[in-house]
């Protein structure tokens, strides 16, 4: 549905992408995920012809950017960053405003524009001015004027930046939702989002492609070892560590500071042992075995914030990004 | 049809905005008072003819309608910046431009549907000054061909200045900027006109030549001159591809 290849965009004095390929077959939801500043928008924004490449080519459902752009904005639905809404009109005024300019023939039309406001759940607000509604419904409101047209594909830039946690998880929702009729590229900066809606992830940064996969592949192939998290209670930390250390196919036991400190003498330890080997089993009789008492055992799985820093490089930036993100449950 | 489309969007974002009410209020205002002291001077001069035995009436198509659409075509110049300001502007601040380039529109479409948005109000506008003429033949017989001529005119200088303003409108965000540039231009355009009276050089006649004003006199008496018709529709081009150019290095840039 959508084929991209060596795409780059060259500004006066840096590149924003850098020759990026990838594909997407039809039906998918692929998430783009990278720092800010990456190259997402960017690159969305030439998928949706409002800026041409400088270099390689795009194809959305059949049709080059470059040389078919009415073709395949025919195609797409885009929602900005910031959705682009009249604030003067009335929701379903500019809806009609939006269905016009994407050609939808007269016959039928209010009828989609009613279908699409119930879809977008915004029917109850229809007559009210777009510049006195909340975020959420703008949001909505603006994922609407992208259905609209029914297009093959839809791309949306950040869709959930900026709304409080109940409103994010609606438009997750609603996204998951419209997943069945159309393909979808969705963007960025939240890792969990990725992890929640998305069936493949593009992770670019610094304007070049770091990985492309499912989210399953990209966290299998990535994590070496299992990492188990402990807790336990009654013991002297040396000797714990010590006989933890001991059992075979445990390569690391690292101790993790509870949060306020350590209390009653309760330890967090973070034990990295053999995939192969099962370690969690032989964990539990050696502390039990030795009168301490174990509070808690699981298994952690590596998330794909850690495959993001271990990919990208760059700590400092998504750990800044996922702090300012509400609702993003790390 | 897309341009009518967008033609529609904008006069509706106009009059549900100030602007529209503010301009035209102001436009009424003015124009009104410069239609009653152009017939109050106009009365009095015919008395004090009468009066001397002057046998020849005094014709109100010259001494009222066209100093009032002499007037009339100075204070578009100062009320069309702030109508073409928004245009572009506002769009580009409010990431709005890109559902409109990202739909299937032409850029001609959306250009053109623009500035026949603001051509519409500007219309409107002289329409209000128009009531004032009407009036004229509740108590005289104007002709109305120089009438409409002038009318023309100010229809074609509007059309002209409006698609200069598009085009400042269309190369900042920000519409202070394209308001009070688009005021320069126009304050610019109409002030060349004044060189013409100095001497009769090549250049002066050239700088004259560019002036707005100075095309709108054959007009306003009644006269259409294909120069000035030439001199406004090929600003009205210019100024509407100049506006596509800076799009689409908008969109190389932006």
């Known amino acids: 549905m959508i084929k991209v290849e060596g795409l780059t965009k060259r500004y006066a004095r840096h590149v924003a992408v850098d020759h990026i390929s990838f594909e997407v077959t039809k039906g998918q939801i692929v998430g783009f995920l990278g720092p800010n500043g990456a190259g997402k928008t960017t690159t969305m924004r030439m998928l949706t012809c409002f800026m041409p490449p400088t270099e390689g080519s795009a194809e959305v459902a059949g049709f080059d950017v470059q040389q078919n752009p009415m073709e395949v904005k025919r195609r797409i639905g885009y929602l900005p960053e910031t959705p682009p809404v009249y604030p003067e009109m009335e929701v379903a005024e500019y809806l009609d405003f939006v269905a016009r300019i994407k050609n939808i023939p007269k016959a039928g039309r209010q009828q989609r524009i009613n279908q699409v406001m119930e879809r977008c759940a915004v029917a109850d607000v229809r007559n009210k001015e777009i510049g006195k509604l909340s975020k959420g419904y703008r949001q909505r409101v603006g994922l609407a004027q992208a259905i609209i047209h029914n297009p093959d594909v839809l791309i949306l830039d950040e869709p959930t930046a900026g709304l409080d946690p109940h409103q994010i998880m609606e438009t997750r929702d609603l996204i998951k939702e419209l997943a069945g009729e159309h393909t979808i590229i969705l963007s960025t900066h939240i890792l969990p989002e990725v992890e929640q809606i998305c069936e493949r992830v593009v992770i670019i940064a610094k304007g070049k492609l770091v990985a492309t996969d499912t989210v399953e592949n990209l966290t299998r192939g990535l994590r070496g070892a299992e990492i188990v998290a402990l807790e336990v209670m009654g013991g002297d930390e040396s000797v714990i560590r010590e006989r933890l250390e001991r059992i075979a196919g445990v390569s690391k036991v690292t101790l993790k500071e509870p949060a306020g400190g350590p209390a009653h003498g309760m330890l967090r330890l973070t034990i990295e042992g053999d995939k192969a080997q099962n370690v969690r089993p032989e964990l539990a009789r050696a502390i039990v075995e030795s009168g301490w008492q174990l509070n808690e055992l699981h298994g952690m799985s590596m998330s794909l914030e850690e495959i993001f820093l271990e990919l990208t490089g760059d700590k400092t930036e998504v750990s800044a990004d996922a702090a300012e993100a509400p609702g993003a449950a790390l | ?254």
């Not at chain 2, 219309?123 to 109305?144: E, I």
């Not at chain 2, 355009?189 to 100075?214: G, M, P, R």
Request: aromatic share 12%; charged share 15%; net charge neutral.
């Open chain 2, 1 to 254: 049809m897309n341009i009518i489309t967008i033609c529609k969007k904008e006069l509706n974002s106009y009059f549900r905005s100030p602007i529209a009410y503010g301009v035209m209020g102001f436009f009424a205002l003015v124009t009104g008072y410069f239609f009653y002291a152009a017939v109050v001077f106009f009365v009095n001069r015919s008395l004090e003819a009468a009066m001397q035995g002057q046998s020849q009436p005094m014709n109100v198509d010259e001494w009222v309608v066209r100093n009032v659409l002499s007037n009339i075509s100075v204070v578009c110049l100062f009320l069309i910046p702030m109508m073409t300001m928004r245009i572009f502007a506002e769009e580009k601040r409010t990431g709005t431009i890109e559902l409109l380039v990202t739909s299937p529109l032409h850029d001609f479409e959306i250009i053109i549907g623009k500035w026949l948005g603001a051509l519409t109000l500007y219309a409107c506008l002289l329409g209000l000054s128009a009531v004032n003429m009407l009036t004229l033949y509740a108590y005289g017989t104007p002709d109305w061909r120089p009438l409409a001529v002038g009318y023309l005119g100010l229809l074609l200088q509007g059309g002209a200045l409006l698609a200069v303003g598009t085009f400042i409108s269309s190369t900042t965000k920000n519409q202070i900027v394209a308001g009070v540039a688009g005021f320069c231009v126009c304050l610019l355009l109409w002030v060349l006109d004044w060189v013409s009276s100095f001497e009769a050089s090549a250049l002066n006649k050239v700088i004259s030549y560019l002036s707005v004003v100075s095309h709108f006199e054959s007009f306003s008496k009644g006269v259409i001159d294909s120069k000035d018709v030439i001199y406004y529709i090929s600003m009205i081009v210019l100024g509407l591809f100049l506006t596509a150019r800076s799009m689409e290095s908008m969109r190389w840039r932006a």
